[in-house]
């Protein structure tokens, strides 16, 4: 009987180390596929404007496949449509070349990567856990050309 | 007689032993998983809100190696922070010291022997007057703070809100 308890209490505990261990995994995949996402669109487009004085937003599809290649195998795999698991949310800031009511002139993106995590082995017990990672990338600096970046 | 009396303490030591056995369970349950639950709950809050805060630092260097210029602009990277407010579950500052006592965003400075081919022109300020065999290079540090609610504070140990902090150093020039 002893063991029994003892036995519940121990898999529990083991369950929990592992699940830790999985949301940190996922954590991290999350926040490094966010951060590296948003740094392959600023790279997207200055690299086209150095080589072509102009250049055109990189697509969502482009910045999700980014973060598919970041996030690895620890993330299913991400969308931009709503009931996506992960998530990504992608919105873009054209300031312009002037300041806009004191904000800083270029276009920016903002990234945030929205991932609900389930743990096994409580089934029914716990209910998944929402995680969340945003960040902001300058895009482009001051540049004398329309950008109309679309947000999703 | 004998036989029943032997009967009877049997059947107490049972239900003794059942007995301990439920306290043993109680006990399991109130300092072990109970604790463990919680502080797990707590230690999730605290992973999630440092990756983000991490991710935050990370925007802010970014910020600084595109606007060199601006780096120690706080306004603007205000503006950057003010942008990942708007959908971070956690609402990130930038105080206005670092924890050093410096204000945040601060310039600073060092020289280095380059390799042969770099060459590194310093725009002012620059307090640093480098030999000539070396290059002055231009550092900005940045903290960022946030604070987590915890649902289970540890008195003493860890209270609620709990303060977060990461600070970070980046060349910039």
Not at chain 1, 12 to 30: K, P, R
Not at chain 1, 110 to 124: H, K, V
Not at chain 2, 150 to 170: D, M, N, Q, R
Request: charge should be neutral.
């Amino acid at each position: 009987m002893e063991f029994a308890i003892c036995g519940l209490a121990l898999l529990v505990f083991i369950f929990g180390i592992v699940n830790l261990g999985l949301l940190g995994m996922s954590l991290s995949a999350l926040a490094r596929g966010v951060q590296s996402a948003a740094r392959a669109a600023a790279v997207y487009a200055s690299a086209q404007y150095a080589n072509e004085g102009a250049f055109t937003c990189p697509s969502d599809s482009t910045i999700v496949t980014e973060f598919n290649n970041a996030a690895g195998p620890a993330l299913p795999g991400a969308g931009d449509a709503n009931g996506s698991n992960p998530r990504l949310t992608i919105t873009w800031t054209d300031n312009g070349t002037s300041s806009n009511a004191g904000d800083p002139p270029g276009l920016y993106l903002t990234l945030t990567g929205a991932y609900r995590w389930s743990p096994i082995g409580f089934n029914g017990v716990f209910p998944s856990i929402p995680l969340s990672i945003t960040t902001v990338t300058t895009v482009m600096g001051s540049q004398n050309q329309a950008t109309a970046c679309a947000s999703s | 007689m004998r036989q029943f009396l032997a009967r009877m303490l049997r059947h107490k030591a049972a239900r003794s032993r059942r007995g301990s056995v439920s306290l043993e369970f109680a006990l399991v349950s109130v300092f072990i998983l109970l604790p463990l639950f919680a502080g797990g709950a707590d230690f999730v809050l605290i992973m999630s809100a440092q990756a983000q805060l991490r991710t935050a630092i990370q925007a802010l260097d970014y910020f600084a190696w595109t606007n060199p210029d601006e780096a120690n602009n706080m306004t603007d990277a205000g503006y950057i922070i003010s942008l990942i407010n708007q959908q971070s579950d956690y609402q990130i500052t930038l105080p206005a010291t670092l924890a050093t006592g410096g204000a945040n965003g601060a310039l600073s400075y060092s020289c280095f022997t380059p390799p042969a081919t770099a060459g590194t022109t310093v725009s002012p300020p620059s307090p640093t007057t480098c030999p000539s065999t070396q290059t002055q290079q231009t550092l900005v540090t940045y903290r960022v703070t946030a604070r987590v609610f915890l649902p289970v504070p540890l008195p003493g140990i860890l209270s609620s809100p709990e303060t977060l902090s990461v600070t970070s150093t980046v060349q910039i020039q």
